[in-house]
């Protein structure tokens, strides 16, 4: 038994839902961001590369740092969610917009053809 092929054209993207779609997708960006600098704060502390910098500023400048006090978990994990918080919000706008743009371009290129089977 073959299945039958249905070519469509894809003429239109709702906003709204390019919207919702966009943003989720940059929630659980976000979400894998904070986690992945949690992560690798945590390894990176752990290992005592922040120590070891720590020690090799002081040898080359002469004069003391606390980076282990610049880099603490509070400051890491705020700036990593500052950060998630503004991609999330880029990525929902661009969502936004490359519905916009992709509505405005169908009526120049007759939008994008789309195979379906039934399989």
């Known amino acids: 038994m073959s ?5 469509l054209k894809l003429v239109y993207i709702d906003f709204w ?5 966009s943003f989720l997708i940059a929630v659980c960006l976000a979400v894998v961001t904070i986690v992945a600098t949690f992560l690798t704060f945590t390894v990176l502390n752990g290992t005592g590369i922040f120590t070891e910098i720590d020690a090799l500023y ?6 003391a740092s606390e980076l ?3 880099l603490s978990i509070g400051n890491v994990m705020g700036f990593a969610v500052v950060v998630a ?4 919000v880029v990525i929902t706008a661009l969502g936004a ?6 509505n405005l371009s169908v009526k120049v290129t007759g939008g994008l053809l789309v195979g379906f089977t039934n399989n």
């Not at 918080?85 to 999330?88: D, G, L, Y």
């Not at 917009?97 to 992709?102: D, E, R």
């Open 85 to 88: 918080v503004i991609n999330t």
């Open 97 to 102: 917009i490359f519905a916009v743009l992709y």
């Open 17 to 21: 839902s390019s919207v919702k779609l």
């Open 68 to 70: 282990t006090t610049i």
């Open 58 to 63: 002081t040898d080359i400048a002469g004069s």
């Open 3 to 7: 299945s039958k092929q249905v070519r």
